[in-house]
């Protein structure tokens, strides 16, 4: 930690300030731009502009919640915050949990917001929501016939029969469908959790 960033966290520790998070937010901001950069090359059809502002939320939340005493440099801490802004973002938008879209008066404590932090490994938990919100996201870049029977069988939980139905096909027919897709999504995977 640099002279300058101890001397804005001691700030930050001695007030508790909006001025002084909003600095700190702003010092380490490079982190959720590369954080929401890597997530768009993972996902190309992510919007940008709403994976960074969740990355911002993830980021200021992570200031919120640092505890030097802790062990761990800000930095890892900041990288994981954007991620968890990330990933609760993308579960608020498909109806999982309700997030809180400002930053919280503590970190964890009774809020129900940040339940799934107070788990006993947290880590597993935002591992488990990650490749969730890939397998969605990587499902939604299939734009075509087949990328719709593969949503609605295996994220929707519709039967084969239903889609076929659905679309006005054979069942053979929407059962190749869904194969095509599969086989287009399984590289995608690879690469995002390579």
């Not at 994976?51 to 919640?65: F, Q, T």
């Not at 579960?91 to 799934?116: M, Q």
């Not at 932090?117 to 734009?143: G, H, I, K, N």
Request: charged share 30%.
């Amino acid at each position: 930690m640099t002279p300058d960033d101890a001397q804005i966290w001691q700030a930050y520790w001695t007030t508790r300030g909006t001025a002084e998070r909003n600095r700190l937010v702003e010092r380490y901001w490079p982190v959720a731009v590369a954080t929401a950069k890597v997530h768009c090359r993972r996902f190309p059809a992510a919007d940008f502009g709403d994976v960074l502002g969740a990355a911002g939320r993830g980021l200021m939340r992570a200031v919120e919640g640092y505890d030097p005493a802790g062990g761990t440099a800000f930095r890892a801490a900041a990288v994981q915050g954007c991620r968890n802004g990330i990933v609760d973002d993308y579960r608020a938008r498909d109806g999982r949990r309700r997030v809180a879209t400002e930053p919280a008066a503590d970190w964890g404590g009774d809020d129900p917001h940040f339940a799934d932090r107070r788990q006993p490994d947290p880590a597993a938990a935002t591992a488990a929501a990650e490749l969730a919100w890939l397998v969605r996201a990587a499902v939604a870049s299939l734009r075509d016939p087949s990328g719709w029977v593969v949503r609605r069988t295996l994220l929707d939980g519709l039967l084969l029969s239903e889609v076929a139905a659905e679309i006005d096909v054979s069942e053979p027919r929407a059962c190749s469908l869904r194969r095509e897709g599969l086989d287009r999504l399984r590289p995608i995977l690879a690469r995002a959790t390579a």
